[in-house]
């Protein structure tokens, strides 16, 4: 069993779950703070859902600092994993994150179980949330408060500080939800494949 067998049959779990709701994405492989990791999955409604997967063909070597990315930007974690990685991961990551336990059954079909349920991120970085958006979207939101003057043509590093100057972190991250799931010419496959068209 391999990442790509589990993240497969993760998605059509997931896709079944949301299918009827028309507030809901799922993304393969969402960058995160400027490209810094890249979480597996993530389901983007009314929270940011990522799923990080760890087959047992896999190490944890990069898991602690994965880890420590996705605690700054993700509202729920879950972390799936095979047997072989299960204890000594619930060591790695934070109480918060859920756990999967993913095995393969005799008849070849992939099961889940559920270990841990995951909960709300204690301590999320609203900068490192802000810059889940691209400069222009950043820039249109400062517009939208009011607070653009004199930021319109400096680099995104300072658009991003402007923001957090000005908005508080749940309408950030409202709004940065809002901005993925509206994004056009832009990971439209996955965007099909949950909405069904």
């Known amino acids: ?18 299918l009827s709701d ?14 810094l990791a890249r979480i597996d999955l993530v389901v983007v409604n009314s929270i940011l859902h990522g799923f990080e997967l760890k087959s047992d063909r896999d190490t944890l070597a990069r898991l602690p600092n994965q880890a420590r990315i996705y605690n700054s930007v993700l509202d729920h974690v879950t972390l799936v994993v095979g047997n072989r990685h299960a204890d ?12 999967i336990l993913v ?14 349920q995951p909960h709300n991120n204690p301590s999320p ?8 958006l691209w400069r222009k979207e950043a820039l249109v939101l400062l517009e939208e ?16 500080a402007r923001l957090v100057d000005v908005v508080d972190l749940d309408l950030l991250r409202s709004k940065v939800r ?5 994004r056009t010419n ?3 496959d996955e965007q099909q494949m949950l909405n069904g068209d």
């Open 1 to 18: 069993m391999n990442d790509y067998q589990i993240r497969t049959a993760l998605k059509q779990k997931l896709f079944s779950r949301h």
């Open 22 to 35: 028309p507030d809901t994405i799922i993304f393969d492989e969402l960058g995160l703070r400027h490209g």
């Open 88 to 99: 000594k991961a619930l060591a790695i990551v934070p109480e918060w994150w859920g756990m």
């Open 103 to 116: 095995d393969k059954r005799q008849c070849g079909e992939i099961h889940f179980s559920e270990i841990r």
């Open 125 to 132: 970085d609203i900068l490192a949330i802000a810059k889940l």
């Open 145 to 160: 408060f009011g607070a653009a003057d004199g930021f319109r043509y400096k680099p995104r590093s300072a658009i991003y």
């Open 178 to 182: 809002y901005q993925l799931k509206n």
């Open 186 to 188: 832009w990971r439209s």
